[in-house]
């Protein structure tokens, strides 16, 4: 169903059950997935593709021009939305930059209202952003991620899966799986609340603890890291994303704080995700 005051060009592929609500706006070459809903105000430019059943808000911008001053408005560029993803009011998702990619939104995610995931970003599956998040260009987040409100992300950072980022949190460091990181690129032990709502085996929590002592007791995270993964020091999978992810990145690696290096999460943390 399309409202009669919204504008719609004509070449918009919209598959069955779409609702197109008062004033929303599409451009020419956008895709939009069955089962999807436009809220009145919506706009969606070209280059947008929606999945199924996701929701987008009203006053929301799908695929605006990257803010980089040296883009080239021509420069054929998208945004891909998962499948069941919901975007709140004003919430605005970059189109990418490089001839032929995407901005991504995984699967199932939720961004609140005012959220804004800049050009070139891949967002995972199941990941939450609050209210105001800042997701600087180039950044990579993995699966089940929860972003507190008014956090900001310093471009090309990478946020490995599982992670909880506390509220107002300022990261210019890459943030690795599993944990809770809050403040200025302060680590507080794992997110153990998320670990376990998600149903994680005790055993691997209690092996990513270790590890997570192990590499942040030593001087140089990042080589402990490797030395294990030499070692072949764990026994599941989780366990091994933990410790690759150190491998990799061009930025800095949050550091925990000094009564956090166990692994446990402070008492007073009701996080999670």
Do not use: W
């Not at 990042?222 to 992810?245: K, S």
């Amino acid at each position: 169903m399309i409202h009669p005051t919204a504008i719609v060009a004509p070449d918009v592929e919209i598959g069955e059950g779409v609702e197109i609500g008062p004033y929303a706006v599409v451009e020419a070459g956008v895709e939009i997935g069955a089962g999807s809903r436009l809220h009145s105000h919506a706009v969606l430019l070209s280059g947008a593709r929606l999945g199924e059943r996701v929701t987008v808000h009203s006053f929301a911008v799908i695929g605006g021009l990257p803010q980089s001053l040296h883009f080239d408005p021509a420069t054929p560029t998208g945004v891909a939305i998962g499948d069941g993803s919901v975007l709140r009011e004003g919430v605005t998702v970059n189109r990418a930059t490089k001839e032929g990619a995407s901005t991504v939104l995984g699967r199932e995610c939720f961004l609140m209202a005012n959220a804004h995931v800049a050009h070139d970003c891949v967002l995972g599956d199941h990941v939450v952003a609050a209210n105001d998040v800042m997701i600087a260009g180039h950044c990579e987040i993995g699966d089940h991620v929860f972003l507190g409100g008014g956090c900001g992300l310093h471009q090309f950072l990478r946020v490995g899966p599982g992670v909880m980022i506390g509220g107002h949190a300022s990261l210019s460091f890459d943030v690795p799986p599993y944990v809770t990181v809050a403040e200025r690129n302060c680590l507080f032990g794992l997110n153990l609340v998320g670990l376990r709502r998600r149903g994680v085996a005790r055993e691997v929590i209690r092996e990513l603890k270790a590890l997570y002592r192990r590499v942040f007791a030593a001087r140089n995270p990042r080589q402990e890291a490797a030395r294990a993964l030499e070692e072949a020091a764990y026994g599941t999978e989780e366990g091994r994303i933990f410790l690759a992810f150190f491998g990799g990145g061009s930025r800095g690696i949050c550091r925990p704080a000094s009564a956090a290096v166990s692994g446990e999460e402070p008492a007073a943390d009701g996080g999670g995700a």
